[in-house]
């Protein structure tokens, strides 16, 4: 097929791509863009696409005025905190399943499985009212469990495939050598399991990041992350366009970018190895 | 392998994982099934009482149900017709050798990386806005009238939004099942005289059926808990026009504060969930055996 191809056929499928391409990246595009003009400019008609005042106030403004740098750090904090939490579950899990299967295994991965299927509105009265009898309501550690909750069925999943392709026979080999469990752990099995793993965070931080079930309705400002920062820009009195630009930009930026990293991986592990 | 000590060790490793789900679900899912025979409204503490069916029987007939109901099989149908037929255009698009195919396939799927809250902002004020957005200056150029998109078509507004997030997803998944397609069957059928819309129907559509499976399950699942576009846009107006079945559980539950209410919806809300996660299920468990 791609021998075939004519220099024509090649030009045109090019340029009809690049145009798709460009209308459905173009909301991102316009955001940024929008972030570097004076609230005056975001509103103007016809919109200026070049030829106006390149400013950084917007970002400035919003750091200053609503103190973004506390809810971008809430939003690090879950993210990091509800994957490295998650790891250590989901790495002992995987790495048990993977290694020393048993006849429960496949029935124990599908109903992890399963509770991924649950809706959260399902739960959500009960956790909100145990949330509120025990105090847990807007704090960071409150969301992160439920963070780690949500996503330890992908981690486990995504581990569980990648564990499950690392050569056993290495692993009976260092036994053979008289590698003790640890020993065989570190020295054979994480260097090998690594990708695999930081594959695993990469998609964990993504879903946490953007989660937006549970810190919208679990938080109010101590514990609220990103998503819930840019929900106030909702309300009529919020609505300026630059500023909510330059938060926007700057909440999506970093995960878009690990984003792009991890494409790959990504298909695996949200497909729960059904598509490679 | 499967010493018994080995066995035991495995069984010791994985329950931390398994018992810490089993009480995120069982416990809570046990509550909400609990609350949803009482009457309990938060505003009147102490006066829970057990009254049977009755939620269910008023969920079931409100007509917030029904609306709530079709909005949600609307969104969540429309959002599957347009990602899948998009996502196999697209994929087999960027399956072709293009100018710049790896930046373009970045650009594709950078929508899906947008937290949702940012999504619909972004799209409400900078896009959708009937007076200062793209689309209105758009329409001016052609001269027609602007969209006053939230106000005229609430829930299109509210698709087209989630479908340019979920668009990339099926993209990804379909791209990445087209670049397993065997080329010598490929070419094998050109050289008996096949075209490329036979080539299509034939082995592309067949070799993606599967792909396509578990794209329509998943967006499935998700889909159905669409929360965050319609908490920032609409607040699931105007009146029900797009309120969906998690948003009106959340309403019930932490507006109105109707504990016994919320929890009948979300048990309903998870009986049609269970009922796609079923499917899932067992298509990725066959997978699990090969």
Known sequence: ?276 | MSTRASTLTGRIMSAPSIIVLFLWMAVPLGMTIYFSFLRYNLLSPGTEEWIGTLNYEFFLTDPAFFASLANTLLLVGSVLVITVIGGILLGLLLDQPIFGRGILRLLVIAPFFIMPTVNALVWKNLLMDPVSGMFAWLASLLGLPAIDWFTNAPLTSIIIMVSWQWLPFAVLILLTALQSLDRDQKEAAQMDGAGPVSIFFYITLPHLSRAITVVVLIETIFLLTVFAEIFVTTGGGPGLATTNIAFLVYTQALLQYDVGGASAGGIVAVILANIVAIFLIRLIGKNLDN
């Open chain 1, 1 to 276: 097929m791609e021998k075939k191809q004519t220099p024509l056929g090649y030009i045109s499928f090019s340029a009809f791509a690049w145009v798709v391409g460009l209308l459905i990246f173009f909301p991102i595009f316009w955001m940024v863009l929008t972030s570097f003009k004076s609230e005056l400019e975001a509103v103007s008609i016809p919109p200026s696409f070049i030829s106006f005042d390149w400013t950084l106030e917007n970002y400035v403004e919003v750091q200053e005025r609503s103190n973004y740098f506390k809810f971008a750090m809430n939003s690090v904090i879950l993210a990091v905190g509800s994957t490295l939490v998650g790891l250590v579950f989901a790495v002992t899990c995987a790495w048990a399943m993977a290694f020393n299967p048993t006849k429960r295994t496949k029935d124990a991965l599908l109903w992890m499985l399963s509770t991924k299927m649950m809706p959260p509105v399902g739960v959500l009265v009960p956790i909100y009212l145990m949330f509120r009898d025990w105090g847990l309501l807007d704090t960071r550690f409150g969301l992160i469990m439920v963070l780690f909750l949500m996503n330890l069925p992908i981690m486990v999943w995504m581990l569980y495939t990648y564990f499950k392709e690392i050569p056993t026979d290495i692993l009976e080999a260092a036994r053979m050598d008289g590698a003790t469990l640890p020993k065989e752990i570190i020295f054979v099995l994480l260097p090998m399991a690594l990708p695999g793993i930081a594959s695993t965070m990469l998609l964990n931080v993504i879903l946490a990041w953007n989660e937006a079930f549970w810190t919208l309705n679990l938080t109010t400002s101590d514990a609220a992350p990103l998503t819930a920062f840019i929900a106030s820009y909702s309300s009529p009195e919020g609505l300026f366009w630059a500023k909510l630009s330059a938060a926007s930009t700057l909440a999506v930026a970093p995960i878009l970018v690990i984003g792009w990293f991890s494409q790959k991986q990504l298909v695996r592990g949200l497909t729960f190895g059904a598509v490679k």
